[in-house]
């Protein structure tokens, strides 16, 4: 049994604070890890506020850390897809009921263990910050394929330019399609930018989406909407924004209901909506995608702490100006 330094989440009520924890020997199939890079995302925060557990069973303390990369250091004798010196990601869902990093101890630890069933190697082609950005690509790339894809044929627009949003511009913009990213912040919109978006749209700005459409696109409005914010207002917008026949894809997560939505135009526009929620099956090709499309995400961390100022990096994630949040362990470079 090996003891390690850990972030712990709810060793104090709803406080986020630094501590250890004994990681038992290893089972056949396990890995055992050594944390590079971890990213907070807002369910991070909403673990930290207690706010997991009407889904979930949640032991506390707990460690977060579901957004990370890392580098194997043993593995269990019946492994044989990973060995010492690997560098590797990992997926959330370990079973429906067993979250990698919400309610089974994550990788915000010095070292960790993942089963191998989760574990994938990071192409040569993407660093370890960039493999603390997969989990979060992974998601979007999962909704543009189950929406039917996108090529140089399509207009796309993106609602919301949070993480995930950003990472579907990135796709977008990689398969050739022209990409349109509409959000409020003009942060986040310049983020877009520097990803290759075609348009961004300030959306308090713009009266008429149709006209602004088809002044710009030459279509009275786009083949693909994605949907990532779930802001109540964006969710709206995703039907509005669409004309006949669009498809519309929305992995925003949103806990407000009811929700005013003008729904009668899912018949008269013959929508095809389609909610996807998280990545499973597709980390393989996401990974493949990022090292050839050639994807750089780096741009969108605005911050990184060491692990011991993991309280202070929470906070940080609460703020509008930042978009992606990483920690790294004290001696990681």
Known sequence: MIETKAILIGEKPRAVSIGSIKIPDLGPHDVLISSRVVGIC??????RDGHLEHILNIDYPIVPGHEWSGQVVEVGKGVSRFSAGDRVVGECLITPLDWFGCNVHGAGSELFTAPEQVLHKL??????????????????FRAIREAGRCDSGDVVAIIGGGMVGQCAAAICRANGAV????EPKELRRDAAKELGADFTIDPTQIINLEEWFLENTGLSGPSLVVEASGAPAALALALDVATFETRVVMIGITSVTPIAAPLNVIQAKNLVITGVTGSPKVWPAALRFLARAGIDLRGLVTATFDFDDAAEAFLAVEDPVQLKVHLIPGGAS
């Open 42 to 47: 807002r369910s991070d925060v909403e673990l």
């Open 179 to 182: 990409t349109v990213m509409i």
């Open 123 to 140: 192409p040569d082609a993407v660093d370890d910050v960039m493999g603390a950005l997969v989990e979060p690509f992974t998601i979007a």
